[in-house]
């Protein structure tokens, strides 16, 4: 998707504020229950059990895009949306701006590296200790009560576990449960006074 532009600074793949924040992604929702519910307590319950849909986040007085439910596993977001396509993103720091809602919640992140091999990072707040297989290295990740920043150094991470160097991001999958404002890539740190306004998440003083 990205692999013919000119990348540096910040490229950002999703924003919840906008007409169709979820344009470069696909969504992916199961309902974990299939048996029939019969009162409206039972259709609530099941209803909020997996859902992708925006609300506005009174920490941050702005829409988010929330994604929830009962099995993570089976609710997400994908980019690229097609299964055939790859982002093509060789930026190597991947930040996301993210809600904890003290749930089970992890994402995953698809890259190449210099032997061509696809290798697979996949953080979860659920896990204790880090795992190195050959294509996957599943993570622990905390996150704070609230509105976590969370920033992703794929080329120390692909470097730590395979001992190869990091080329591009080929995949990025969110899965329930959290509020999202913002997932874009950077070329390196930066402070906040350095971030665009944009691109900065808003709190209350």
Same mark, same amino acid.
């Given at each position: #998707? ?109 890259? #190449? ?7 697979? !990072?996949?953080?979860?707040? !659920? ?13 622990? #990740? ?42 874009? !890539? ?20």
């Amino acid at each position: #998707m990205f692999k013919n532009t000119f990348q540096s600074g910040f490229l950002s793949i999703f924003y919840s504020i906008g007409n169709e924040p979820l344009q470069l992604w696909s969504e992916h929702i199961t309902q974990a229950d299939s048996k029939e519910t019969t009162s409206v307590e039972e259709i609530s319950q099941a209803t909020s059990k997996a859902h992708i849909s925006r609300v506005a986040d009174e920490q941050i007085s702005s829409l988010t895009l929330e994604i929830l439910s009962s099995n993570l596993a089976d609710t997400y977001i994908s980019c690229p949306p097609r299964p055939d396509r790859t982002l093509g993103i060789k930026l190597p720091y991947l930040v996301l701006l993210l809600k904890n809602l003290n749930r089970y919640f992890s994402f995953e992140v698809e890259i #190449m590296d210099d032997m061509g091999i696809k290798r697979r !990072f996949r953080a979860s707040n !659920f896990q204790g200790s880090t795992r190195v297989k050959p294509y996957i290295t599943t993570m622990p #990740m905390r996150l704070d009560p609230g509105w976590n920043q969370v920033t992703f150094n794929l080329a120390d991470f692909t470097k730590r576990a395979y001992g190869t160097q990091y080329v591009e991001t080929l995949r990025v999958t969110i899965h329930a449960n959290c509020r999202l404002r913002r997932v874009y !890539f950077t070329d390196k740190l930066y402070g906040e006074d350095e971030l665009p306004p944009e691109f900065k998440l808003f709190l209350p003083v």
